[in-house]
Nanobody
Framework: VQLQASGGGLVQAGGSLRLSCAASGSISSINIMGWYRQAPGKQRELVASITSRSSTNYADSVKGRFTISRNNAKNTMYLQMDSLKPEDTAVYYC?????????????WGQGTQVTVSS
């Protein structure tokens, strides 16, 4: 199973970006998916998560600005990031709990850089 994250880039403060994370491989189903980020010198933190029934959870710092969604048929998750701030600059990683043959396994994507200039 592989998670491929894409969509990062350089944007000015106040701008928008849309991240995508596509899961591929031997997948029965995907339970929870999430976006994490890690800024230089800081610990990795949860940004947002979404269950297979589209129940969502957001970090306080991104509530009202970021929107997480997923397409279960395509095993793909998205993160729409609006009103970006310089403090959103980080490497963004996607994460998913994938069920294969009745067992759940956690997987990480490779990360995509988001840089917000002031």
């Amino acid at each position: 199973v592989q998670l491929q994250a894409s969509g990062g880039g350089l944007v000015q403060a106040g701008g928008s970006l849309r991240l995508s994370c596509a899961a591929s491989g031997s997948i029965s189903s995907i339970n929870i998916m999430g976006w994490y980020r890690q800024a230089p010198g800081k610990q990795r933190e949860l940004v947002a998560s979404i269950t297979s029934r589209s129940s969502t959870n957001y970090a306080d710092s991104v509530k009202g600005r970021f929107t997480i969604s997923r397409n279960n048929a395509k095993n793909t998750m998205y993160l729409q990031m609006d009103s970006l701030k310089p403090e959103d600059t980080a490497v963004y990683y996607c994460n998913a709990r994938v069920f294969r043959s009745g067992y759940g396994y956690w997987y990480w994507g490779q990360g995509t850089q988001v840089t917000v200039s002031s």
